[in-house]
């Protein structure tokens, strides 16, 4: 029996991960309050009426907002790459679901997981902000 509590214990132990090495290296952005409201209706948002679309709102976070469509969903991330620190090419450029950075690296995220594609040994994912639908409106949010 005790043999079993042991056990127990020690797998408790290992089964519980910490991320404080990953918080660690994930320092770059700032925690920025974000409340926007977009009008699904006007011209510079129409893309998102359709699956595989993403936009990019200027002057929202650290650099921007991407917010992207899947047809049924909508995601929104800071722009800035999280595994860079901020500057000209850590902004991320949307493409349809993904997007990339222009530093040397090119670090390509997708927009419906915020993962990085390929790691290169870096841990940051994108900075997720909450998506509200409202009508044809959607709330952007920390």
Not at 2 to 31: E, G, H, P, Q
Not at 109 to 121: C, H, I, Q
Request: aromatic share 10%.
């Amino acid at each position: 029996m005790k043999l079993f509590i042991c056990s127990l214990f020690l797998l408790t132990l290992t089964a519980c991960s910490s991320n404080s090495v990953n918080d660690r290296n994930c320092n770059f952005l700032l925690d920025i309050g974000v409340n926007v409201s977009i009008d699904l209706s006007l011209p510079q948002y129409s893309q998102l009426a359709f699956a595989g679309n993403s936009v990019y709102i200027e002057n929202q976070g650290n650099a921007g907002i991407i917010v992207a469509s899947t047809g049924v969903d909508f995601y929104a991330w800071d722009a800035a790459d999280p595994n860079h620190a901020l500057s000209d090419c850590s902004v991320i450029i949307p493409s349809g679901l993904n997007g990339t950075c222009s530093c040397g690296d090119e670090n390509r995220y997708n927009f419906v997981t915020g993962t990085l594609e390929g790691n290169n040994g870096l841990n940051c994912p994108l900075k997720n902000y909450r998506v509200q639908v409202n009508g044809n409106s959607l709330l952007i949010f920390n």
